[in-house]
């Protein structure tokens, strides 16, 4: 068993692990390895992998969070381990990696994730359970039908966008969106990163909503062969309760149908009811649940 800090070359081995433990997700190799190669600007982020036989069997990741203007708040991304190597300590060597690094940056306080059945796991290690996140799959056969938009409102791939209009619209959605920190910190640099120069981003099936010279609400697409993840749909305050997010997210799994996609997964928080209200009308089923878990650094 080794745990060391994860590079370009494990790629493969993430994913075929991440599908693993998480069917429900959507990263394709050469974002991985764009990843691990070229990490993200936040202050600090890393990733470690568990080896054993020269085979990557466990991950995680760990950075400061740049998105939240709470101070001193970190976290710990995905980690898990191969179902035929836990019990091994593999995932406590994981977590006790990452904290260190955390704790190194000066983090105070930590989120990670949890499946249902980890949070026994969670809990001995000073993780309270926070909140729900649930993760829905929709079969795109048939495909939704392409939407006709009301009057006053285009319907345009994000690829006709200046990106820093998508950046102010996804800000703007994003400040209230129900979480146990505010994302009312996101940087253009980050921005960038997670979202526009990502490898997965399909800026042909991404779709924005125009009204009257404003990106009003826009659903994203990352993609990974006949697999998409539905990265965020929002509609800025001023816009709500038109039915733009439910427009602009038909579209987009339209346009990805009409390019290959088969099936599409997405997650919302359990207290995000319109957007969970939207994914119901639209025909998502429940695959899975996980928990935003809180702990103290010490």
Request: aromatic content about 8%.
């Amino acid at each position: 068993m080794r745990i060391r800090v994860a590079q370009p070359d494990d790629a493969p081995g993430v994913v075929a692990l991440r599908t693993i433990v998480y069917p429900y997700l959507v990263r394709g190799v050469e974002s991985t390895r764009k990843m691990l190669a070229e990490p993200p600007p936040e202050e600090g982020w890393t990733a470690f992998v568990a080896e054993v036989d020269d085979q990557v069997v466990g991950w995680t990741s760990a950075q400061r969070s740049g998105w939240t203007s709470t101070p001193d708040f970190g976290e710990i991304s995905m980690l898990h381990v191969h179902p035929e190597h836990r019990q091994q300590g593999l995932g406590t060597a994981l977590l006790t990696a990452a904290t260190d690094h955390l704790r190194q940056l000066g983090i105070r306080r930590i989120r990670a994730m949890a499946q249902t059945d980890g949070l026994p796991f969670a809990r001995r290690h000073g993780y309270e359970p926070s909140r729900e996140v649930r993760y829905s799959a929709l079969d795109l056969n048939p495909a939704p039908a392409l939407p006709e938009p009301p009057p006053g409102v285009r319907l345009l791939p994000i690829s006709d966008l200046d990106p820093h209009l998508l950046y102010e619209a996804d800000v703007a959605s994003a400040a209230d969106e129900p979480g146990d920190v505010p994302v009312d910190s996101i940087s253009y640099e980050s921005w960038q990163y997670d979202v526009w120069n990502n490898l997965g981003l399909d800026k042909a099936a991404s779709t924005a909503a125009e009204v009257d010279g404003v990106v009003a609400a826009f659903s994203l697409v990352k993609r990974d062969g006949d697999r998409m993840w539905s990265d965020f749909t929002g509609t800025i305050p001023e816009y709500r309760g038109r039915g733009l997010a439910r427009l602009t997210k038909t579209a987009a799994l339209h346009r990805a149908a009409a390019n290959g996609v088969r099936v599409a997964y997405t997650s919302n928080d359990e207290a995000n009811g319109p957007m969970l209200a939207i994914n119901t009308r639209l025909g998502y089923r429940q695959v899975a649940s996980q928990w935003t878990c809180l702990a103290d650094v010490t």
